[in-house]
């Protein structure tokens, strides 16, 4: 499998073909550009770039070079022979593909609002009321996950500590919640958001099936090769500080938070001690990984969309109805 | 629509929210720090205009459940019904695009009733329900072959759209109905109870599909034919009765079960409005294609 990027725009102007997001802007030139206007558009229907290369006139070295260039730049993910990577080359295509989708998730309309301080009040609170939910459900799809012993200790005490170290930190989230002025009973009996449910539902869901699949989910929570240092954890809160400043307690839970995971390396890939156990990986497994990457950042996009459409005012940031037998009706 | 003087809304909406949790008017007004004349007189007015009742029951019988039910069925139904999809449906300006995909995706949802209906079979201990679900599930499990058969008349391969897997959204729904199945069996019983809700009405139905025939079938496919069939089978396995079959026998139901019954399939409903508006917003921006290998979810190019 081999995808562009689906963030990106190509433009063909002739003598120069363009290929560009919002962060980088690649121009092809000459034969490069000849290349991309003939392998490109071969790119939605290819199963892997073995496809690709009968459609073009170049080499299959030509293409390996255009596309892991994309590739490195974030721009594209190549999943063909998968399953001729060795162990230490599938934890860092793991990486690549993990990092490609998060890319996609905060390139989406709201989490590009949110992180350039463009957000509104209900919707900087809202997102910290349904987070403080996804936090919350560890309980269940940790819990659920974690639950098992269909593996070597060596390989489940690390899953087994990782569910531990996570458990109970919903305490933070509210915390920072409640000392931004909203009522504890308001938060901890809420529903949450539909969209919050259809994520933690699906980690859930991903938490019954094999170690593997559950392991994918947090290769795309933790996506980055070493945990994020003191100062750029600090610097990125203080930028959010500085814009909503009304949830500045919210933020400094954040930063706590993010503390304690960088402190318990907690950006190590969980998923690679079960990769080296269960070496070689069938075919079957490694697309089934990949799979579950790509489909938890579709339910993290799911996530951040349901934030602006029900927190549009104060209202519904400080109510939210419950129905009950007696006064369903009345719940819209 | 009510209107309200003499209260500040943030207060009265405090006030609601401590109804709601069964509070006294003296701890209400001790809570939202008012007046307790003022805190009752609000109460009052909101029980004068049948916004609120003092006469909660502590049980329910099962039913009287069963009626309450079917009551929120009919506004429910309403809601689901009144979304921008169906409406698009039924007045022909949807795109060929989103009738696609409307179809894809309930294919998905029929062909799921096999992800949820045996879990909720395994899920429940009551055996008088389980064999209620399991004489259901029986009937049930393979109707996805009528949404097969409406896909292939419409040149799209079910093994393409096995393939490309459900939307996130087509997935939140089985997923809900799934944790619903795991919490509590009647609360299974109830959101399955909404879906076959709409099935009673097979006049209504027929009349919708043969409008989407209308709109939408110009190259003459007859894709709705299948669609037509299933609800004739529907008709006569008579689904729209198996909640009332489920709760009308069961002599007591807690006011809390009963609320949270209520509160999991309202839940259920927000979910099948997100699904709706899910395929709305795939299916315009990205039509589905016979060759494509992987589903894009919401991609959002630079300018």
Not at chain 1, 160 to 167: I, M, P, Q
Not at chain 2, 147 to 166: D, K, M, N, Y
Request: proline letters at 5%; one cysteine or more.
């Amino acid at each position: 499998m081999l995808l562009l990027h689906p963030d990106c725009s190509i433009k063909d102007e002739g003598e120069r073909f363009i290929i560009e997001d919002r962060v980088i802007k690649l121009t092809y030139t000459g034969e490069s550009a000849t290349l991309c206007r003939q392998a490109l558009p071969l790119l939605p229907s290819a199963r892997d770039i073995d496809d690709i290369v009968g459609g073009t006139s170049y080499s299959m070295a030509s293409l390996k070079q255009l596309v892991a260039g994309l590739e490195s730049e974030g721009l594209a993910l190549d999943l063909s022979h998968v399953e001729e990577l060795d162990d230490n080359l599938l934890i860092e295509k793991i990486r690549t593909a993990s990092r490609f989708w998060n890319q996609h998730i905060m390139g989406q309309v709201f989490p590009s609002r949110l992180f350039e301080g463009h957000a509104t009040r209900p919707e900087v609170l809202g997102w910290g009321i349904e987070f403080y939910f996804f936090i919350r459900a560890a309980n269940e799809y940790m819990a659920r996950g974690v639950a098992r012993d269909d593996a070597p200790t060596e390989v489940l005490a690390e899953v087994w500590k990782h569910y531990v170290e996570e458990s109970g930190h919903e305490e933070i989230f509210l915390t920072g919640l409640l000392g931004c002025g909203l009522r504890r009973q308001e938060i901890v009996d809420r529903m949450p958001l539909p969209s919050t449910m259809a994520l933690t539902n699906f980690l859930y869901e991903k938490a019954c099936s094999t170690i593997f699949d559950y392991l994918s989910v947090f290769a795309l929570m933790q996506p980055l090769a070493t945990p994020p240092s003191r100062s750029d954890i600090s610097q990125r809160y203080d930028a959010l500080r500085s814009w909503y400043p009304f949830a500045s307690p919210l933020f400094n839970a954040f930063e706590q938070h993010d503390t304690i995971d960088a402190d318990l390396a907690h950006a190590k890939l969980a998923i690679a001690p079960a990769i080296i156990w269960r070496s070689p990986a069938s075919k079957h497994e490694r697309l089934a990984i990949f799979q579950t990457i790509r489909e938890t950042a579709e339910h993290f996009i799911l996530f951040f969309e349901g934030i602006p459409r029900y927190y549009k005012n104060e209202r519904f940031l400080n109510y939210r109805q419950r129905p009950t037998a007696i006064n369903a009706s009345f719940v819209s | 629509m009510f209107r309200f003087d003499g209260i500040p809304g943030p207060q009265a909406a405090e006030i609601i929210r401590h109804i709601n949790s069964g509070s006294t008017v003296e701890q209400i007004s001790n809570a939202v720090q008012a007046d307790r004349t003022i805190v009752d007189a609000f109460i009052r007015s909101l029980i004068d205009q049948g916004l609120a009742t003092e006469a909660e029951p502590e049980v329910y019988t099962g039913a009287q459940f069963t009626a309450t039910l079917r009551s929120f069925y009919d506004q429910w139904n309403d809601q689901l019904f009144s979304h921008s999809l169906w409406q698009s449906l039924s007045l022909g300006t949807a795109s060929r695009s989103i009738v696609d995909g409307w179809l894809i995706e309930t294919y998905h949802f029929i062909r799921g009733a096999n992800a949820r209906l045996p879990y909720a079979i395994a899920h429940t201990a009551d055996p008088r329900v389980r064999n209620i679900f399991a004489h259901h599930y029986r009937e049930e499990y393979d109707h996805y072959g009528f949404f097969a058969e409406a896909l292939v008349r419409r040149q799209i391969s079910p093994e393409h759209v096995e393939q490309l897997g459900p939307l996130v959204g087509t997935r939140a729904v089985i997923n809900w109905t799934r944790r619903c199945a795991r919490t509590d069996s009647l609360a299974y019983a109830a959101c399955s109870g909404l879906l076959e809700s709409t099935g009673t009405d097979s006049a209504r139905a027929r009349a919708f599909y043969r409008t989407v025939a209308t709109n939408f079938d110009a190259d003459q496919t007859n894709f709705i034919d299948p669609l037509m069939k299933h609800i004739d089978l529907d008709e006569g396995f008579e689904h729209g009765n198996v909640m009332a079959d489920i709760f009308n026998p069961i002599p007591q139901l807690s006011a809390q079960r009963a609320n949270m019954i209520v509160q999991m399939t309202y839940q259920f409903v927000e979910t099948l409005m997100q699904w709706f508006s899910d395929i709305e917003i795939h299916y315009f921006r990205f039509p589905h294609q016979s060759k494509r290998t992987v589903r894009i979810y919401r991609s959002n190019p630079a300018d």
